[in-house]
């Protein structure tokens, strides 16, 4: 059976935080209190299966680093049937972070957990379990409030994805304003002023500001955004495709170029406004926002804004690591540049 760290609390008859402490070899309790739980934990035999990468003791009782960080995927308001949306760049995110962790000689351990009543009960176990020495949450569509209660572990956090302006937490994301501003001035750039949006109905703080960089650029350039050259996809998964068929073909009169906010979103609309006899981008322009994988595979391949997960992983897991082996001072709040990838989907006007 698996020695947990609450089972050497109650024989110690100690918190689980000094256990925590002492089989971290951290200061904080004394002498006495250590060696009584160091005895206790050699007295079980988990000495002679303890393992490097998750961590234990040495047969001689001194103790092994854990060198496990956990990327942590809260299952939140984002349900299996908005899943779709960011499914595809959920396995870059995942390669990126661990070659970046390996490259620290840690390893990756994954954990996906709902966020409910017991979700605090329910990582604090998964850390003392498994000694988890750092954690990186993918908090994509994660609530400041969903956040603060990630934070409240006994390990280093650091978000991902997801700027956190009000609560104290370190985070590495993307621009997205920025990005959103910069695809805008290239469509204005070629010629076009009826520029429309088209969204899903994931409420992400990402998608938020990628529509508020397309509304600011068009007004900065002396465009209202125009209502009906915006679309709202409210349903998901294999029904996209039926939703924009519905939205693009009722419009009387269609913008001369669309900015999307993912680029699922943008390939979803080349389909179906050549579907409808409607040539891109001869007659409509498509930009989107990821550079997922597909952006390649379309015809005409689609101009996109391309985001760095490689130094996404490389910023959050050196930011996590200093935090694992120093003092936590300030949090740092991080946001890294999107680069235009110019292909085929555009014209100018």
Known sequence: MKL???DIAKKAGVSTTAVSFAL???AGISDETRKKILDIVKAEGYTTNALVKTGGMES???LMESKLIMLLCPVSNLGEEDSWNVSLSFYEIMKEIEKSINEYHHYLFFKSVQIQEDFQDKLKEIIETYRIRGIIVLATDLTSKEMKMICDVPVPVVAIDRYFRDISVDCVSFDNFAGA???VRYLIGLGHTKIGYICSAVDSENFKERRAGYEATLRENGIEPEKTYMIRVDNNGQEIETCLMEELGRRAKLPTAFFTESDTLAVET????????IDVPGEVSVVGFDNIVVANLVTPELTTMSVPW???ADLAVGRLIDKMEEEQGRNLKMKIEVKLIERN???KR
């Not at 080349?270 to 006899?277: D, Y």
């Open 310 to 312: 490689s130094d996404l």
């Open 24 to 26: 971290n070899g951290k």
């Open 345 to 347: 989907s555009c014209q």
């Open 181 to 183: 501003c910069e695809a």
């Open 270 to 277: 080349i389909k179906c406004l050549q579907q409808l006899k």
């Open 4 to 6: 947990k760290i609450k």
């Open 60 to 62: 001689d009782g001194s």
